[in-house]
């Protein structure tokens, strides 16, 4: 009986996906039936002698959706979970009903042409159903089920002649996918079973594991790699991530932040030994997610698994209560994230009342002087200006007010007022260091450190060696130099080689990124090329002064190897 139905007959059915291939491969443009008759032809492959790795082509079950389309270089190795982050990924881990859906990948519907696996239509095993054989199998490479090695995707045929199957669409979970339906065959599988005998896919398996090891003496190693099919997959095909959350305590204002931190373990059963990450919840809300990676060897002993599973964070958190819920994320099969703890907390602030602000920057100033910038505000008054006071060297030098206009902090805050500083101090040539404090006016008896900071004034040039490398007979220098006293200028800097003083270059080549640091104008940077013999060397450049007198100093310095 033929599977084939006169070409053009009135009422001829609409050709299936996989049937519309059964006769490309024929020869034939004749449309099929959708379940072809017992007995009906069937494409194996035959790949002879082919190599391992040799591609399966025109045969795929994508290839049948449409033309010009193959399962391979559609998703790469895109994670079965990583399609259902894409889209909303805390989204995702909320709703187990749409995660559950994205288990499955995209391609899950039965119009879409492929086969179920069969985990899915065989009580949750993933095995061959009865009255069905290995008949082929496929890869997907950098696998994110497999632990970035290949995921393998193994066909289970049914018996031709036995009548065991019938074409039908799943209807049950999101795998809802063809069952009997693709009539076609890999063939590195079952060699013993002709074509003859061979009838349509029933399901297919998934393995970490190549079917030629799994399966020795059933499969051969000719390969076919098909990366279209990647994200393809469904709940039962894993299981999902086990974990605890053991702690969560007010980190104390550690590194001067207020947070909470975390710790606990995660594992997945699929790929125990691989480090998974965490998302962490914090009042309902998304704050990230978290690699595990801290030693827990108790974990390991009583799971039998190696690696790292273990976290310890700490999220920042503003004072007061909060809920911290923990979701272990799946990287192997399973339907969804799960939660494994959620605490409630309370964050203190140890600095509650006292003032708050930063030193945005020091920079030297005209005519010897150094020009300090940064706001400050006192939660108790937060309208008030108040004072900063600010030490040079380990020496007071005063107290400023506040009140330049600082809308960036009034808007991060919430609260009036003028908060911004810019203070001028004449200073001698020299390295200076800097420290501010913001004068507390309410509760609290510390007034803190808002930053620190060193400069050095003007008198001395500034610059430095940012690039020093070597080519066959020359050496390359690059930087930036200039001198306070003439910010504007272009100055010149001296290049010694091994001790001995080669020439002075121009500085004269533009650097954004200098003038935007120290607020001055001008092309500061210098490109040297120096001929040079084979062999080490030391280079030593020095920038030269053409302000008020006082010395050249070492802008850098460094040895070099050059080839011969």
Known sequence: MSIFSPSGAAGAPRAGLAERLVNRLAGRRDRVDPAPAVGSPVAVLDRGGAEPDAELTEISEGDARGSGRSRRGFFGGAA?????????PWGYLVRPASAYDAVCGLDAECADGYSVFCCTINGGSNSCPPNSFIGGWWKADSSSFCGGAARYYIDC???RGQNAWQCRCNDQGCDRRRVACNQFRYGQCRLDIPASQT????????SCTPPWQQYA?????????????ATHSAPCNGREPIGSFDTAVDS????????????????DQDLPEQEIQVAVYLDGAGVAWFPTGVARPDVNAAFGVPGNHGFD?????????????????????????????????????????LPRGVLDSVSTGPGNTMVLQGWAFDPDAPGE??????????QGEGWWPTGVPRPDVNAVFGIPGQHGFRITIPVASGDHAVDVFAINVGGGSVNPVIGSGRVRDAGFPLGRLDGLSATAGEVRLSGWAFDPDDPGAAIHVAVYRDGIGIAWFPTGLARPDVNGVFGIPGDHGFDIRVPTSPGRHEFTVFAINVGAPGPNPVVGSGSVQVPG
């Not at 104390?252 to 594992?267: H, K, P, S, V, Y």
């Not at 209560?321 to 979701?327: A, D, K, M």
């Open 313 to 353: 964070i700490v999220v920042p958190a503003a004072a007061g209560g909060h809920t911290v819920t923990v979701f272990a994320i799946n990287v192997g099969g399973g339907a969804a994230n799960p939660v494994i703890g959620s605490r409630r907390v309370t964050v203190t602030d140890p600095n509650a009342g």
């Open 252 to 267: 104390g204002g550690a590194g001067g932040r207020l947070g909470i931190r975390i710790t606990g373990w995660a594992l």
């Open 157 to 159: 045929n049914a018996f």
């Open 199 to 206: 009838g349509p896919v029933v399901c297919r398996m998934v």
């Open 80 to 88: 079965l979970v990583g399609a259902a982050m894409a889209v909303n």
């Open 217 to 229: 003496g059933v499969c051969t190693s000719t390969s076919a790699t098909d990366n279209r099919t």
């Open 385 to 394: 200006a108040i004072q900063v006071a600010v030490y040079r060297n380990g």
